[in-house]
């Protein structure tokens, strides 16, 4: 059984630092890019940063880039997305992905269920 078992979220204020974790398991890690997506009330899924197997090259979208880290240890399955200088438009529930071209995150193939990130003002 597939599993994607995201931790770490949680309430910061503004400035602030998280770790999110995203334990994987029930399939190839190696062979899986392995992302995160974000989804804020009332607004459309953004894909937030993305590491790819192939070759392990990283993605960021703009409004992350400089701010949030991803970084994967493959001997534990698991990746994490390193969340600095928080801003509360980073609130959002945060969801782990694996997409199985190990190319790209952006058609996903595996969801975890989500974990809550809030950043107060």
């Known amino acids: 059984e597939v599993q994607l078992v995201e931790s770490g979220g949680g309430l910061v204020q503004a400035g602030g630092s998280l770790r999110l974790s995203c334990a994987a398991s029930g399939f190839t890690f190696d062979d899986y890019a392995i992302g995160w997506f974000r989804q804020a009330p009332g607004k459309e899924r953004e894909g937030v940063s993305c590491?790819?197997?192939?070759?392990?090259?990283?993605y960021y979208a703009d409004s992350v880039k400089g701010r949030f880290t991803i970084s994967s240890d493959n001997a534990k399955n698991t990746v994490y997305l390193q969340m600095n200088s928080l801003k509360p438009e980073d609130t959002a529930v945060y969801y782990c992905v694996a997409e199985g071209s190990g190319l790209g995150c952006w058609g996903p193939d595996y969801w975890g269920q989500g974990t809550q990130v809030t950043v107060s003002s």
């Open positions: 590491i790819s197997s192939s070759d392990g090259s990283t």
